[in-house]
């Protein structure tokens, strides 16, 4: 088809939640539960004591998950922690590993039967998601911490920078994390020499890129935007006198000087004398067991029990269902196609789109819970090293206060950007976070990431926000399939190269039979999906699941289906696997 080569060939934007779920545990120490004390078996009270004890020990163990988990830990009884951004030794990541095996047995001694719906809903989740993550453990070297644009390098400073300060305490916590930044990173750095030992090491491609993410960061010391995002927000907090927060501002800088700035050099000169130890340019199936472990990433990123397989096959049955309209579309009305080149909408800014996103979902979904939100531009010198946008988990005990970043190196058009605030604020992460969290999600829930759910989730809504926008309905219907073809052929691409060992000679072929040939072009896509194994398919085949699911549940219901009833019990049953959303729904 060759319009898809017509159409918006910008790379699709790689958003990450930055919340506890997906990048703290998954950078800052793992997934660590420390179970203390005899539990009981069977009974409410005993599983809700377990679920809340968990919770408090998990997060109290990790000072970033805490401060990003509750603005007020003293509200869940959270009053004595050490400050530490967790244990990535390799002693500390067998530590995590034990741990996670002790919760697997915890678990297993409860009476499901003697558990309420809401009980066994949360007992389900966390039962499939440590299986998930044992399912990984059996490939401890395969995990990359220092991907260029989700790895903690990248992604760290945008996180020290939202850190949140409501009392003296939180300025004392986040200098204390700032002097650990250089034992920190060593910590990463022994496990990149660890993975270069093992024959697993990133690519000098990716490796570079690491490295110069590194160096624009320690450009400027004297002027690093960690000093004055600081100022800004030790500005706003009362009750600190002015010679206390002089003091605090010397302090940081002293910080940044001694702990921070060394930590990326050392990093980055760390990384340059591992250049060259990657034994592999392309897909993990190149590796011993990297077919294994890919498949293992898959279930977890998309919290499916489909095999790689059988999600190839789905994926291009999808597409072709999608192309299907869009020829449909373009043989009754070809001047579509001319006109989708030109398609503006007529917002006077970024802060219009998302009002009109939150007035126009409301025929589809649930009412909006009360909140705030803004919209906040990223730090030019992050710009070229962060995805195109991104949100941040809110806290659950301050939910109604959110962010929405966006990346200006990104050069959004006004479609693009609209669709973007979708996927971001409403109807999607912003939104779906505000409603798990206000419907009564509980806490130990909020801290299990799945990516096939929340980026599933607002993948689907960004291709109903095509409908939203104000534009006919063909073209609205043209833009959507084929944005959605466009996904499928990253997803495909990214399982090619992965399990099935495509590579450039595979990937140009496939990508020109749909009428893209630029060799660049598909040489910039191969490059991503060779940065983060297994990424893009937490969007399309969540957001494919959904539509399954969605489907599925019209052709039970017919005209009894009702959007805003189904959306709402997905969004009251929380971040989950599919098969229980599923089982939920249609049972």
Not at 120 to 142: E, G, K
Not at 397 to 406: A, F, G, P, Q
């Amino acid at each position: 088809m060759k319009y898809l080569s017509r159409s918006r060939m910008s790379v699709p934007r790689r958003s990450p939640v930055l919340g506890l779920s997906l990048f703290l545990l998954a950078i800052f120490a793992g997934l660590v539960f420390l179970i203390h004390g005899p539990l009981g078996k069977g009974g409410s009270t005993e599983f809700n004591h377990f679920l809340s004890d968990t919770f408090i020990q998990e997060t109290s163990s990790n000072t970033m998950n805490l401060h990003f988990t509750l603005s007020d830990p003293t509200s869940a009884g959270i009053t004595d922690y050490d400050v530490t951004f967790g244990d990535y030794s390799a002693e500390g990541r067998k530590s995590s590993l034990l741990a996670t095996k002790q919760l697997r047995e915890q678990l297993d001694d409860f009476s499901y039967r003697s558990l309420t719906e809401d009980e066994q809903i949360v007992y389900d989740v966390l039962s499939d998601y440590l299986d998930r993550q044992l399912a990984l453990s059996d490939y401890p070297l395969f995990d990359e911490v220092l991907t260029p644009s989700c790895g903690a390098t990248s992604q760290l400073p945008i996180l020290l920078a939202e850190y949140r300060f409501h009392s003296a305490q939180d300025v004392e916590d986040y200098l204390a994390l700032l002097t650990q930044m250089d034992t920190y990173f060593d910590q990463l750095l022994a496990y990149e020499q660890e993975k270069a030992d093992a024959g697993l090491f990133m690519s000098d491609y990716c490796c570079r890129k690491v490295i110069e993410s590194c160096e624009v960061f320690t450009l400027h010391p004297d002027d690093n935007f960690l000093i004055t995002t600081f100022d800004n927000r030790l500005d706003q907090l009362e009750g600190i006198s002015d010679g206390d927060k002089a003091d605090y501002r010397k302090r940081n800088q002293t910080a940044i000087a001694e702990h921070v700035i060394p930590a990326y050099q050392n990093i980055a000169s760390g990384l340059t004398k591992l250049m060259g130890r990657g034994r592999n340019d392309w897909g993990l199936c190149n590796y011993e067991d990297g077919c294994a472990y890919y498949s293992a990433l898959v279930a977890y990123y998309t919290g499916c029990d489909d095999t790689v397989e059988e999600l190839f096959s789905q994926i291009e049955e999808k597409r072709t269902a999608d192309l299907a309209v869009c020829s449909s579309l373009l043989s009754e009305k070809p001047s579509l196609l001319l006109e989708s080149d030109s398609v503006t909408l007529d917002y006077p800014d970024e802060t219009a789109m998302v009002q009109a996103l939150e007035n126009a979902i409301t025929a589809d979904f649930p009412e909006v819970p009360d909140n705030n939100w803004e919209l906040v531009h990223v730090d030019p010198a992050l710009s070229d090293y962060l995805a195109p946008a991104f949100y941040i988990t809110a806290p659950i005990d301050n939910y109604k206060s959110n962010r929405i970043y966006l990346n200006t190196a990104a050069n959004y058009d006004s479609l693009g950007l609209f669709t973007t605030l979708a996927h971001e604020g409403f109807p999607g992460h912003l939104y779906q976070t505000v409603c798990s969290y206000a419907y009564g999600m509980n806490p130990l829930h909020t801290l299990l990431n799945y990516p096939g759910y929340t980026e599933g989730w607002a993948t689907y809504v960004e291709m109903q926000s095509y409908y939203y926008a104000g534009l006919d309905e063909d073209m609205a219907s043209l833009l959507q399939h084929n944005q959605a073809v466009m996904l499928s052929l990253y997803a495909t691409s990214d399982i090619g190269i992965h399990y099935y060992g495509w590579e450039k000679d595979e990937m140009m072929k496939f990508w020109s039979g749909y009428g893209i040939t630029d060799e660049a072009t598909v040489e910039a896509i191969t490059n991503l999906i060779l940065e983060e194994p297994g990424n893009y398919l937490k969007y399309y085949v969540g957001y494919m699941k959904f539509t399954q699911l969605r489907e599925a549940c019209e052709a039970k219901q017919k005209s009894a289906f009702d959007p805003v009833q189904f959306h709402e019990e997905i969004m009251r049953i929380g971040p989950a696997p599919f098969e229980l959303l599923q089982k939920k729904l249609l049972d």
